[in-house]
């Protein structure tokens, strides 16, 4: 049986509400209520149908992708390619979708089955991050693109450019990497552990032949991204040495 909300979660609207407690989170209300809903089922609730959000949620990525980049082309007017493929990718990555999420109070409205209830999937990264998106995507289904840019824009106005904003260490290595050795890292899941509510990752990067970071997140995601700020860690290390070498030889 689906669960519509967690007792971890303090008491709220009564479940029929739910869905009126996210319009009024995100300001935006629904002419075709069954979006929203849709856009709040998971498929553990769905009783072996296609009635929940996974199509949703592959159309809200890409909106999100196309209102955040139109945010930062007018916020950097001389942003180059680079900078601006990285302040996206900083912005649109699971994490940050999440805690969007959480914001607006999405988990505790969301209709999940009874196994994913018990373990934890109100709080998992991967069901918040994807809900979250399912429910831009319903927006844009209602609605079209300026209303879900707007609710687009009035979630993520501060963090355009803001300390909030993380680096995307794996895109800065594969730019490095290119620079420095005409060639692209690799990445490879090393270790996986834990029970699927707490999952633990390591991953490790080659760059050639060369091992040059190794990295543990919650996800492979974050894995990836901590050994490829170890990645850039070492070679700027290697970068440094170098031009220390070369300023003794010129002495």
């Known amino acids: 049986m689906a669960q519509w909300f967690s007792p971890a979660y303090p008491p709220g609207p009564e479940p029929a509400q739910r869905p009126l407690q996210v319009e009024l989170a995100v300001g935006y209300n629904f002419i075709r209520p069954e979006l929203l809903k849709l856009a709040l089922t998971h498929p553990s609730a769905a009783e072996g149908t296609d009635q929940h959000y996974e199509r949703l949620e592959f159309l809200g990525d890409a909106v999100l992708d196309l209102a955040i980049a139109d945010m930062l082309m007018r916020h950097f007017p001389n942003g180059t390619e680079g900078l601006l493929s990285r302040q996206r990718a900083s912005i649109v990555n699971a994490r940050t979708l999440a805690a969007k999420a959480e914001s607006i109070g999405l988990g505790q409205c969301m209709l999940l089955g009874k196994g994913e209830e018990k373990s934890g999937g109100r709080q998992k990264t991967s069901i918040l991050a994807a809900g979250f ?104 290390a290697e970068q440094a040495r170098a031009g220390d070498a070369d300023d003794q030889r010129r002495r």
């Open 133 to 236: 998106e399912a429910l831009i995507g319903a927006i844009y289904s209602d609605s079209g693109l300026a209303p879900a840019q707007r609710v687009v824009e009035r979630l993520f106005g501060g963090d355009i450019g803001g300390p909030s904003v993380e680096r995307d260490y794996k895109t800065e290595l594969q730019e490095t990497a290119h620079r420095c050795f005409r060639t692209h890292p690799t990445y490879e899941v090393i270790s996986e552990s834990g029970p699927d509510h707490a999952k633990r990752f390591i991953s490790r990067i080659r760059i050639g032949t060369r091992q040059l970071g190794v990295g543990e997140g919650p996800s492979k995601k974050l894995a990836e991204q901590a050994a490829a700020r170890e990645a850039l860690n070492v070679i700027q």
